[in-house]
């Protein structure tokens, strides 16, 4: 597994962008947004319009996924 970012183009409000994660943040974000019934353009751009600013999207995704991960296994779900 390949710790380097791997870009990938979404759309955000008809708007085509890039961001750049890692394998394990595309594959949680891809599962994350398939058990919410969601694309994960859908779920990208929920969390571009909640994100400060000031915060990268790529940064703002980690954290979101990071935030799932940890609120599953407080769930006893991970």
């Not at 390949?2 to 962008?17: A, E, Q, Y």
């Not at 353009?41 to 400060?52: G, Q, Y």
């Amino acid at each position: 597994m390949s710790g380097r970012p791997v870009k990938h183009s979404l759309t955000l409000k008809g708007h085509r962008t890039s961001v750049s994660l890692e394998d394990v943040f595309w594959r949680e974000f891809r599962r994350i947004a398939r058990e919410k019934g969601m694309t994960i353009n859908a779920l990208a751009s929920e969390i571009d319009v909640t994100r400060d600013p000031e915060v990268g999207l790529a940064s703002s995704i980690r954290v979101y996924v990071l935030q799932e991960a940890l609120s599953a296994r407080d769930a006893g779900s991970f």
